[in-house]
């Protein structure tokens, strides 16, 4: 997809892809050391496979930082550091010159360097990305690009195939997921969960069946659009899975509530990315190989899941933005080893840059076939603020929980339906009027 003003080839950026293993037919050339070694600081999140980490920081980083005369020095710092850390280098104006953000962050927007030309050089090397990858970082109002992504989290059912077989019940449509839940808690005592708490699990999971109802935070074209029918459709049922099916832990869940949930035997079902079903094989667990993967299940509206990116964003104050970006380009060459050392969690926004992800997907493993699920995933992938750009306004609305606060309200029996949507969509208007205000959106 190429977005308003995208692609404009202002220039590329010079001799990327110093290192090995890029896509078939794309040669490398490792650059010579400069005779002064530079740096590059990269803060990111501790990725939940260790394999991961010890790839990225012990090869990759070290393996592009020889080839390109750098000092690459990697801060990996838990989840729910990332956003407060990024405000006090903000307020510093200095740190890292990357960050890697999970949530949306739009609303940094005068703080991060238009990230156009790192898009531009990717789509030359590895073909076009997934739409969704690039409604997640451009903003059609500035027409900028507030970041770059080389892969996204995977949005996937993750489920107790026996409590699900045993009711006679597949998690086909969301229809599906309250009727087989209702039955699986009756005869076997074992809920189902979906966070309802202002987290990064609860904000993606509501938003996916919200946008799978026909409803969203604002229209293709960026307006404000939450106070529709299609939300309160998506609210009742909400509430009815709540009532009839789910745990009532779900308003106070954290960001690993739900693994916790299905590692201990207490649930039935949940939505999240690869993250428990690699956990159980960590952790041998006797039910592991129950523990399976399905897609998003469907809606009125659509089939859609939503669940992040692994975004990178390089700050108007860093100090090493050459490098930086270059950086970017190099481990969209490598997707398809962080794929692998990710145990498929780091999915490839570019297709081109893992040409066998079906094959990889589908073999190699002590199960086969287990995640052969994988090759499907972008198909009902969309971004925050589907079906329009994850703008600052949204990007401020998942932060500050509108969503989500809503529909606890609704499920709680705190406010009625159109009570809780009109609060949320008052509370939606005034930040949109705000960033309008700003011209940034």
Known sequence: MKAEGAISRRRLLTAACAMAAGPAGLTVRPRPARAQTKTLRIMQWRHFVPGYDQWFNEVFAKQWGEANGTEVIVDNVSFGELTRRAAAEIQAQRGHDLIQFVTPHAMHHDQLIDHREIFEECERLFGAPGEFAVRAHYNPRTRSYLGFAAAFQPALVNLRKSLWDGAHATPQDWQSVLAGGRRIRLLSGKPLGISLAPEHNG??????????????????????????????????????????????????????????????????????????????????????????????????????????????????????????????????????????????????????????????????????????????????????????????????????????????????????????????????????ETWRDRGKV
């Open 203 to 432: 904000e993606q999971t509501l938003r996916s069946i919200l946008y799978s109802f026909g409803a969203s935070e604002q229209d293709r074209d960026g307006q404000p659009a939450l106070k529709s029918q299609a939300t309160l459709e998506a609210l009742a049922y909400v509430k009815s899975l709540y009532e009839q099916a789910m745990t009532r832990d779900v308003l106070t869940w954290d960001g690993a509530s739900n693994n916790r949930f299905m590692l201990t035997g207490e649930g039935s079902f949940t939505v999240d990315s690869l993250s428990i079903l690699r956990a159980s094989e960590t952790l041998n667990l006797p039910f592991a190989g129950d523990l399976q993967i399905a897609a998003m299940p469907e809606g009125p509206a659509a089939r859609l899941g939503s669940f992040g990116f692994y975004t990178y964003a390089i700050w108007r104050f860093a100090e090493n933005r050459q490098g930086a970006e270059r950086f970017l380009v190099d481990l969209t060459a490598r997707a398809r080893d962080a794929f692998l050392a990710s145990g498929f969690q780091n999915m490839p926004c570019y297709p081109g840059a893992v040409p066998d992800l079906a094959a990889l997907s589908a073999g190699g493993e002590a199960a086969p076939g287990k995640y052969a699920l994988m090759k499907d995933v972008p198909r009902w992938t969309t971004n925050v603020g589907h079906p329009g750009c994850t703008n600052p306004a949204i990007s401020e609305i998942y932060e500050k929980g509108v969503v989500s606060r809503m529909f606890a309200a609704v499920a709680t029996g705190r406010l009625a339906p159109e009570a809780a949507l009109d609060e949320a969509s008052r509370e939606a208007q005034a930040i949109f």
